[in-house]
């Protein structure tokens, strides 16, 4: 019998000490990697999102507008009749073109017909809140009078500036705008892809001083901007520059506060893009999103992001003949359900004519969008990752700081009933159509946290549509994040 106890109380110890085990030493690897965290220079410099006024009206916009803009446009893809197959804004760096005859298209570029105030009430119509412009693309040619160059639009036909009036029009319409510039330059002859010799360090150490002086000058010129979105920061040269890139987002937030620059500026100590050598996010979003969506929540590692989509499978500037599949409205307003869904803005491109006008395919996209975003807005803006699971009739979206879940529906199961599973202690206290809310849908409980939600029977749509769920003692409890 006492033999017995004691090795029963052996046991336990045993048992205890292997609780022990499992319990501290993770903690104890996770310290020592915590220790092995690289030291860093030039790395992210902020832990967390951005918490201020500014970042809190970024992340509301749900959904923006991208225009590209420039003497590509006066091309459209096309160089003596032939097609080129890349995107219609890179045609310059086709063998096929000569550089000095590409360099000569400001001499052309006269759009009659750009009309700001008709650019931003189609943008107004279509629910846009933000919209960013290409001051400079990869070409190098400047939409604004800049002191810094001669390769702007002052010396082109049209003489005037594009930046101001379209920053004025869309302002008045309540849009926010930000400046898409490009680090890569193709025309100045400053650049360098690599820094290889001292005459490569000297002529990019002028190239810096040239984009340092641009972008300040657009700030001073253009105070109710929002922030910057950079472009062309993949080169060995600005990889090799984390210094300056570091100090540079420094100086603009200084003498910009609040200013929103995004994770593709800077490189770190090691030429690292988007995330540190520590995977810490570099910048105040996600800026990697383009041409494509995250698919769960842990794709976007909590960071607020963007995602910069084009209607045509490729292209972002205007291109006579859109190649490959041309995204439909139903299909692009899935794509933007899923990136708020994800709590990420989604942004439409626009490539409008030299002359200033926009083809009618994206004129119709953008009223379709817009049709649908007044009947079903309050599901877009303002608003975050539910922390639902995600079900097969599409997306569910939360409104910030309120008890409203969303869902956006993109395929009815033949069924006709929508399954949910909410977090736990999350209950629905009622469920209605958007479209019809003194209409309460019929709701089953399957198990705690399970519903079915049945639709009324002969209802179809031909496009996405939208419930709205009031959510009872969401008080009591956190979110599932
Ligand atoms: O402005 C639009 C595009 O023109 C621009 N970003 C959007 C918003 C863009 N250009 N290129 N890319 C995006 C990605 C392509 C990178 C590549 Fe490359 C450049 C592939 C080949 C040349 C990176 C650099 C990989 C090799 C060199």
């Given at each position: 019998m006492i033999l017995k106890k004691s090795y029963r109380q052996n046991l336990k110890k045993i048992f205890h000490l292997f609780l022990f085990t499992l319990l501290f030493i993770p903690s104890a690897i996770a310290q020592a990697q915590v220790k092995t965290k690289i030291s860093l220079l030039h790395g992210s410099h902020r832990e967390g999102k951005r918490m201020d006024a500014d970042m809190a009206r970024w992340r509301s916009y749900g959904l923006g507008q991208f225009i590209h803009w420039g003497l590509y446009s006066i091309l459209g893809g096309k160089w003596n009749g032939q097609q080129y197959?890349?995107?219609?804004?890179?045609?310059?760096?086709?063998?096929?073109?000569p550089k000095r005859e590409y360099d000569s298209l400001y001499l052309k570029f006269d759009p009659k017909e750009f009309r700001p105030a008709e650019w931003a009430a189609m943008a107004k119509k279509m629910g846009v809140k933000y919209m960013t412009i290409t001051t400079k693309h990869h070409d190098g040619f400047c939409l604004w009078q800049s002191n810094f160059s001669t390769y702007t639009i002052s010396n082109s036909p049209y003489k005037n500036d594009i930046i101001d009036p379209l920053i004025e029009a869309y302002n008045k319409e309540g849009i926010d705008v930000y400046l898409y510039y490009s680090i890569l330059d193709w025309h100045h002859p400053d650049w360098r892809y690599d820094l290889k010799t001292k005459e490569d360090s000297m002529a990019f150490c002028r190239y810096k001083s040239f984009v340092k002086n641009q972008l300040t000058e657009l700030l001073q010129k253009y105070p109710s901007v929002k922030g910057f979105w950079f472009d062309?920061?993949?080169?060995e040269s600005w990889k090799k520059s984390g210094a300056f890139s570091d100090s540079l987002e420094q100086y603009l937030k200084k003498i910009h506060p609040g200013l929103i620059i995004g994770g593709r500026l800077r490189a770190d100590d090691f030429g690292n893009r988007h995330f540190d050598a520590n995977g810490e996010m570099m910048g105040d979003y996600e800026q990697g999103w383009e041409r494509k969506i995250p698919k769960t929540y842990a794709d976007v590692h909590g960071n607020d992001w963007e995602c910069v989509m084009t209607i045509?499978?490729?292209?972002w500037g205007y291109s006579q003949k859109w190649m490959g599949h041309w995204k439909t409205t139903n299909e692009l307003l899935e794509m933007m359900a899923q990136c708020v869904s994800l709590g990420g803005n989604f942004v439409v491109n626009f490539g409008p004519e030299a002359n200033g006008i926009f083809r009618p395919e994206e004129i119709k996209t953008a009223r379709e969008i817009g049709e649908w975003m007044r009947q079903n807005d309050d599901a877009i803006y303002n608003c975050e990752y539910a922390g639902w699971e995600k079900q097969d009739w599409g997306y569910f979206t939360k409104k910030r700081n309120e008890n409203k879940v969303y869902m956006i529906i993109c395929n009815i199961p033949v069924s006709g009933s929508l399954k949910i599973r909410s977090s736990a202690g999350i209950d629905v206290a009622k469920a209605f159509l958007l479209q019809s809310p003194e209409k309460l849908l019929t709701m089953e409980n399957i198990e705690n946290g399970v519903k079915f939600i049945y639709l009324p029977e002969g209802l179809s749509f031909k496009k996405p549509f939208v419930i709205e769920l009031d959510i009872r003692n969401a008080k009591q409890v956190t979110w599932n994040k």
């Open positions: 197959n890349g995107a219609a804004e890179w045609i310059r760096s086709w063998k096929e073109i062309g920061t993949w080169d045509p499978e490729n292209g």
